[in-house]
């Protein structure tokens, strides 16, 4: 069971999917200019940044139940 679920959570971490992350202003304002190489470069670049919050808190998260298990280990 816990296998599987490991398996499918990677494979949901690797798998990417076409996203739209502007908000609508900044779409109306990049599409107006007709070039759409800056739309899609913007568009990249938003999601490269929303990253960072994700594997900061998987970090912490990771480390905290790293340091739960060495102190539950202590206790046995």
Do not use: H, W
């Not at 109306?28 to 913007?42: D, H, L, P, R």
């Not at 919050?53 to 905290?64: D, E, K, Q, R, S």
């Not at 340091?67 to 280990?73: D, H, L, T």
Request: aromatic fraction near 10%; glycine fraction near 8%; charged fraction near 15%.
């Amino acid at each position: 069971m816990k296998q599987t679920f490991v398996i499918t959570l990677l494979l949901l971490l690797f798998i990417s999917f076409p996203a739209e992350a502007q908000c609508a202003m900044c779409r109306a304002v990049i599409e107006s200019e007709g070039s759409n190489e800056v739309a899609k470069g913007i568009n990249n670049g938003i999601i490269y940044l929303m990253i960072f919050p994700y594997l900061l808190v998987g970090g912490i998260g990771y480390i905290i139940y790293r340091s739960r298990k060495k102190a539950k280990a202590k206790i046995n």
